[in-house]
């Protein structure tokens, strides 16, 4: 299999050719550095959302979208399947970067990760990867800028001209998409943290709202995690049974069912503060090969439909 920063610099290719029909815009820094605008100054939209998910799991995950309901209103729903999920999932889509300078705030998931591979995933996946691109997808209300560019470039030993940064803010189409197509990636990282071992993960396919683009950042980060906790529904098909499973959706957490605007606000919007259980799928099936098939936890249509405005 390729390296992920080589399929995503693929996938980044594809965006640049067909960018107008995506509504995003390629942007050249000083230093050379490539910025894709998937939703800050330019709009983005349902399908930049979707290509922006497959450039962070590099190509390893199909993502769809189809409408279900919510409550009375009809919404996108992002659906993502991977046979890959260490790679895809905890070694691309997690948002493991937090990318910080003087002048730019920004958190970073994707192929890049991998190319500095100091996360405890990478540790634990024994997985590290040498290229000469490095892709990271930056979450942020403000485009990369050349200091930002330059500490990617610098920490994932390539060129400043070798970095692409494709940026949307979370309040936006693009980031709604983007955070539903997140399910697959809770459920999997909860387990990677409860100790399971991810190579007994052969599937999954998760499902979640796409919730409508909030008013501001903080908002819309309230929304769409809501989305993943009270509407997201994962499937697994795993080797082995584990006690842990019960475990891994947001039912099982001393917050559950409270809203994350309020559980953002309590905790002054320090997301170390939170316990990493609030940030489960809402439901969880499990299908053990040979063995039993089980559902833990439950969606919260109430929730959503009051999160949502609806």
Do not use: C
């Not at 998910?53 to 409550?71: D, F, K, P």
């Not at 942020?140 to 500490?151: K, N």
């Not at 940030?279 to 559902?295: N, R, S």
């Amino acid at each position: 299999m390729d390296q992920l920063n080589r399929l995503g610099t693929e996938l980044i290719d594809e965006a640049i050719d067909f960018a107008d029909e995506l509504g995003i815009a390629e942007y050249r820094l000083d230093n050379e550095t490539t910025v894709l605008d998937f939703g800050v100054e330019h709009a983005g939209g349902v399908e930049a959302g979707l290509m922006l998910a497959e450039i962070q799991t590099a190509g390893l995950a199909s993502v769809t979208t189809r409408l279900e309901s919510v409550g009375a209103a009809a919404l996108p729903h992002v659906e993502l399947t991977t046979d890959h999920p260490s790679l895809a999932l905890l070694a691309g889509q997690k948002a493991g970067w937090e990318l910080t300078t003087e002048d730019f705030e920004g958190l970073g998931s994707g192929p890049a990760r991998a190319l500095v591979a100091e996360e405890g995933i990478f540790e634990r996946l024994e997985y590290v990867e040498a290229f000469d691109f490095a892709v990271l997808a930056v979450e942020s209300d403000a485009l990369p800028t050349e200091a930002a560019a330059a500490q990617v470039a610098e920490y994932a030993g390539v060129p400043e001209s070798s970095v692409f940064l494709p940026t949307f803010s979370t309040a936006s189409i693009t980031g709604s998409v983007a955070g539903a197509a997140r399910a697959s990636e809770s459920a999997v990282f909860a387990l990677f943290e409860l100790g399971y071992d991810p190579e007994n993960i052969h599937s999954v396919s998760g499902i979640a709202p796409v919730a409508p683009v909030a008013g501001s950042e903080q908002a819309a980060i309230a929304r769409t995690n809501d989305a993943l906790a009270y509407g997201g529904r994962v499937h697994l098909t795993v080797e082995e049974e584990s006690d842990v499973f019960a475990e891994v959706p947001s039912t099982a957490g001393e917050e559950y069912d409270r809203p994350f605007a309020e559980i953002f606000d309590d905790a002054d919007w320090d997301f170390e503060e939170l316990p990493a259980d609030v940030f489960g799928p809402a439901q969880l099936t499990v299908d053990v090969i040979g063995g039993e098939t089980t559902v833990y936890g439950e969606t919260d249509e109430e929730l959503l439909v009051e999160s949502f405005g609806l």
